[in-house]
């Protein structure tokens, strides 16, 4: 049932290795905090490119439906995902988009958040491929529906040892980065 | 984080379920979205002492698992939509010459190549009926990540103790969600063997039915020599045409499955006893279902669930129970309108039956199911 | 004492069903000959076919038989030995089954080089069905679905084979009954995919409608077209107009895919 349940959206383009951050938020939940968790993703043909989504709900009793229905947090990295994507924002959610490529976000009844994810991954973390992580970081902190340690081990679970400590800060990254701009 | 419980996918689960189970050889053929099974017995089959084949089609995959499971091996392919087609015709002999195997068929829109990533529970009736001729059919239709291993599991003992194809069917939601399983100490879910011949090699036909409906199955290479046809054959074998003997091993086929549904068939009933409205639904789908029957509940209607786990054998008796109960029944389905046949078939009439059919790519959400359970109350 | 073949056959399985003039008992005991000449184990052999005159074969021979769906002996082959690797494996059918519905799993057998032996009996027609136009029918001849004449042109069976990897690739004809189990034993003592055409006839559905006049004149039309494979390096090109080389056409070693893949399976059990 709804009470208790928590859906949370990782939105953007192929490649951008947003799957992976749903997979890893709900290990982190699952697996590490003990709840229950479900990711299920929708994807196109294309390998890069395109609106990909993956959706991670989790909740203290067994899911059901396993999809999202209204979402409480949205990150959306492009602004095709963002249109795409955004409609079921719950009123009260949150709505996290990158500040350089979503220009236009909707406007509505929810937290917008807004900061350069990918170019964090870039200039302040030393690459563009752990952009996810940092988003995930940032998501963790906004939602505080897993806890920030359980989700630091379930990102260096996920990561080749010759990456954990890239990986680690782009989590912490993000994690510092979002409660910044939130708080602004 | 102990091993043994992991984050996994549908479709990676199964691959671990028939490993489990036994399964030591694999041929399949790429297809979105069933790969992951495949990728998974690539991985792991080499690691206890199994093949796998990445063959050249569809037809090429069916054929072999069924050459591997005659001598003696527990075989799986997996495949989707169109593959699912292709196979049709080797799984007809697989019914007719008795051979054990299971095939996965994660489920995507169609028909023809349809929508590849798309779900969709619109192969339902082709489980039944796709192969040509009279024929058995089981065919399971798991609803989580935990029930593909399981099921999967059992999808294999039900091959092996009946002697046939058994086919095991997620919509690609189930086959591609994530959620955490459990893995089952080995010894802690049952695994069966096929029945081998108590006779010996000159006394020994491969459909003796002295041994019953489902006579015991030698393997090639065992010291035992037997033919193998997909024309009508008799007890030893040797294709015949003689009309008694073929209209018996046919029925026999039919029967051995038909016999055996108390053992077979499988269901999850949620909250019927009280119940005005019934939902019927499988899958991903029945777990919408659940969704909207909790939000019936709470508005005050008397809602419950009847999740299909066992798809063929239909749960026939169970509808037809059902029927006698509730004032009205509810199926939605990743179609457009298989199981409301079935179902129809079932209630005889007791009560109305209505459909919720989508096949855009999307589910059918709780919110369909609660506003119909509403409608219809 | 004459050679004893019911040693090998089903008792109580014969006669067969080939025509009066057909080639293809001629080849079934060209096989028997091979298989006791190298003393195979009936337990440990398999033969497997798909569907035509020629896949009836494995009924007839006491070992291990399956006789699968059209075109698809070799996919089943290949699961028996993937699974049984020490069974010896034999797949037989004719040029329709081999070549046109299972052409996609004669190449890729031939690619993998997974040690078993296929035997291609080929008459260039749909016998079964009554004599329809096959993948080497010949260019211009008659068939029922060529009543004007085969406007297709035909597949060389073992030009093919050798062109898609195999790695034993030899021909015999039906009239040279003596040379056929010389050939299938060689072939089942090669490591590897081996591939053995043997040019057959069939009076019924293609002799007749070809103006072949006894069953005779069509096997003087296999004596007269072959040439040994060894003799054809000697002879002008013109005089091989029209015939087709028999013998042993190719012959390499290459890893065979059954033993690749347990070097695999130990090379992942050993890391763990």
């Known amino acids: ?184 | 984080m102990s091993n043994r419980v992991a984050f996994l996918q549908g479709n990676e689960a199964c691959a671990h379920g028939a490993i489990y189970a036994g399964c030591r050889f694999f041929a399949g053929y790429p297809i979105t979205p069933s790969t992951e099974v495949a990728e998974v017995m690539a991985k792991e089959l080499p690691r206890v002492g199994g093949a796998f084949m990445q063959m050249e089609d569809e037809i090429a995959a069916m054929a072999a698992v069924i050459g591997a499971s005659l001598t003696g091996t527990k075989v799986l392919t997996a495949t989707s939509g169109p593959g699912f087609s292709l196979k049709q015709e080797n799984i007809g002999y697989a019914c007719i010459t008795e051979v054990p195997c299971v095939i996965v068929n994660v489920m995507r829109g169609g028909p023809s190549t349809g929508m590849p990533t798309g779900p969709s529970q619109s192969d339902v009736m082709q489980a039944r009926w796709g192969t040509h001729g009279d024929h058995p059919a089981i065919c399971l239709v798991p609803a989580s990540v935990q029930e593909l291993f399981t099921e999967t599991v059992r999808a294999f003992n039900l091959a092996e103790k009946y002697r046939t194809p058994v086919t095991v069917m997620p919509d690609e939601i189930v086959g591609h969600m994530r959620e955490r399983i459990v893995f089952p100490e080995p010894g802690e879910l049952e695994v069966i063997d096929r029945t081998g011949p108590t006779v010996g090699p000159d006394e020994y036909k491969p459909y003796d039915t002295r041994f019953g409906d489902v006579p015991p199955l030698a393997s090639f290479g065992s010291g035992y020599r037997f033919h193998v046809t997909g024309l009508n054959k008799a007890e030893d074998g040797f294709p015949t045409t003689r009309a008694e003997i073929v209209q018996a091993e046919e029925e026999r086929q039919l029967r051995k499955i038909e016999n055996a549904v108390d053992d077979i068939v499988t269901f999850e009933e949620y909250l019927l006893d009280d119940a005005e409205v019934a939902v019927v639904a499988f899958g991903s789908i029945a777990r919408s279902a659940r969704y909207a029957v909790n939000q019936a509940r709470k508005a005050g209607i008397r809602a419950g669930l009847f999740r299909i786990i066992t798809y063929w054998p239909f749960p026939e008796r169970q509808i037809r129970a059902l029927s006698e109960r509730v004032r009205a029944v509810i199926t939605p389905e990743m179609n457009l309108g298989m199981t409301v046949h079935e179902v129809r078939r079932c209630v005889e009439g007791r009560a109305p039956v209505s459909g919720i059919f989508r096949v855009d790519g999307e589910p059918i959400g709780p919110g369909a199911i609660f506003a119909a359970i509403r409608e219809v109350r | 004492m004459g050679f004893d073949y019911d040693k090998y056959i089903r008792p109580g399985k014969l006669p067969h069903i080939w025509c009066p003039g057909c080639g293809h008992g001629i080849v079934m005991k060209g096989l028997i000959r091979a298989i006791d000449a190298l003393e195979l184990d009936k337990n440990k052999t398999a033969i497997v076919s798909g569907i035509g005159c020629a896949s009836r074969l494995p009924g007839y021979m006491d070992f291990c038989t399956l006789h699968t769906t059209h075109g698809r002996a070799v996919a089943f082959a290949t699961g028996i030995k993937m699974a049984r690797p020490e069974m010896n494996v034999i797949c037989v059918g004719g040029d329709g089954d081999g070549v046109a519905i299972g052409g996609n799993h004669f190449i890729h057998a031939c690619r993998r080089n997974i040690d078993m032996t296929y035997l291609i009996m080929n008459n260039n027609i749909y016998g079964m069905t009554g004599g329809q136009f096959s993948p080497t029918t010949p260019y211009g001849a008659k068939a029922s679905t060529t009543p004007y004449g085969n406007p297709d042109p035909p597949f060389d069976i073992a030009k093919l084979a050798i062109g898609a990897g195999a790695t034993f690739v030899a021909r015999g004809t039906a009239f040279h009954a003596a040379q056929i189990d010389k050939l299938l034993a060689e072939a089942m003592r090669h490591k590897g995919f081996s591939v053995v055409e043997i040019l057959d006839s069939c009076p019924t559905t293609y002799g007749r409608r070809n103006r072949f006049k006894s069953v005779v004149e069509m096997m003087n039309q296999l004596k007269d077209m072959a040439v040994p494979v060894t003799a054809a390096d000697k002879m002008p090109a013109e005089q091989l107009r029209g015939k087709v080389l028999t013998g042993i056409l190719y012959k390499e070693s290459k890893p065979e895919y059954v033993e690749e893949y347990r070097k695999l399976v130990e090379r992942v059990r050993a890391e763990g």
Not at chain 1, 6 to 31: H, N, P
Not at chain 1, 150 to 156: G, H, M, N, Q
């Open chain 1, 1 to 184: 049932m709804s009470a208790g349940r928590y859906e949370i959206r990782f939105s953007g383009a192929g490649g951008q290795g947003l799957i992976l951050a749903g997979i890893i938020m709900g290990e982190a939940a699952s697996i590490y905090d003990g709840k229950q968790a479900v990711q299920s993703q929708s994807y196109g043909p294309e390998a890069r490119g395109g609106a990909s989504k993956s959706e991670v709900i989790i909740s203290d009793e067994p899911i059901d439906f396993p999809k999202a229905a209204a979402v409480d947090a949205l990150l959306a990295l492009t602004q095709e995902a963002c249109d795409k994507y955004s409609r079921d924002l719950k009123e009260g959610g949150i709505l996290l988009v990158d500040s350089d490529l979503v220009k236009k976000p909707p406007k509505g009844k929810f937290t917008l958040v807004r900061f350069p994810i990918i170019n964090t991954a870039k200039n302040e973390v030393g690459r563009t491929i752990v952009a996810n992580i940092v988003a995930l970081g940032a998501m963790v902190a906004l939602t505080g529906i897993v806890s920030r340690e359980s989700a630091e081990k379930a990102v260096l679970s996920r990561v080749p040892e010759a990456f954990t400590d890239l990986n680690r800060k782009a989590f912490r990254a993000g994690y510092d980065k979002a409660l910044q701009a939130r708080d602004k």
